[in-house]
């Protein structure tokens, strides 16, 4: 069974800080999103990676995957207020046909 | 460009009812997929429907169903609703086949009493 877990699960940080968030997946794909969502409200797309090797970076955040290490990292740079929320990644193992399997989520605040 | 909407935005039921959820993609878009998230389970993936048809189920019980019309509308259907039914239910389109970004309405609250 596909198992898709973030790390860390809660994250507390300042403004101004850097940090990471890690998505482990124990399957092959080649196909990862981010989303965020923030309290009740629905998922927001960040980043859609297709390809071991991929990096794509908008503003203070930075997605990449490695396939080998089956690995996806979310990297804040200078982390501001309005960053927080649960970041969640996804798995696509619909081999041709959508069927995302997402991580835990990990709640991120940041602090004045 | 109109985003993924779903209706209604919120609903109570009772145990034993049965509900029917709608989902409109965006325009030109024809992949729907729905999501049940709870707090105990988060997010898990329900179905997936193209061209009418399903392409890809998760692990959920026949009690849940769905379809797709013609004009890319979708419902979800959950007949004998358990107290654990209870979640935001949420519906995603993307264009066309696969490696297509997806994106999520707002979500439909149901709670069953």
């Known amino acids: 069974e596909l198992k898709v877990e973030q790390n860390p699960l809660f994250l507390s940080m300042q403004e101004g800080k850097n940090y990471t968030i890690y998505c482990n997946y124990s399957?092959?794909?080649?196909?990862l999103y981010w989303y965020r969502q923030d309290p009740g409200k629905s998922l927001e797309s960040l980043f859609v990676l297709l390809s071991n090797g991929a990096v794509k970076q908008e503003g203070r955040l930075m997605a990449s995957l490695d396939t080998k290490a089956r690995l996806s990292t979310l990297h804040i740079t200078a982390a501001v207020h309005d960053l927080s929320a649960t970041y969640f990644c996804?798995?696509?193992?619909?081999?041709?046909?959508?069927?995302?399997?997402f991580g835990q989520g990990t709640r991120l605040t940041i602090n004045p | 460009k109109a985003g993924v909407t779903q209706t209604p935005r919120y609903l109570i039921k009772t145990r034993g009812q049965q509900v029917t959820l709608s989902c409109s993609p965006i325009?030109?878009?024809?992949?729907v997929s729905w999501y049940q998230q709870t707090p105990g389970q988060g997010l898990q993936f329900l179905f997936e429907y193209f061209s009418e048809t399903q392409r890809n189920k998760g692990n959920f019980p026949g009690r849940f169903s769905g379809r797709q019309f013609s004009n890319s509308r979708s419902e979800m259907n959950v007949s004998t609703l358990e107290l654990g039914d209870s979640a935001l239910y949420l519906c995603?389109?993307?264009?066309?086949?696969?490696?297509?970004?997806?994106?999520f309405g707002p979500g439909t609250r149901l709670t069953v009493l």
């Open positions: 996804a798995v696509d193992i619909g081999q041709g046909a959508q069927k995302l399997v």
């Open positions: 995603a389109s993307s264009a066309t086949a696969a490696y297509n970004e997806q994106f």
């Open positions: 325009s030109g878009h024809r992949s």
């Open positions: 399957t092959t794909s080649d196909r």
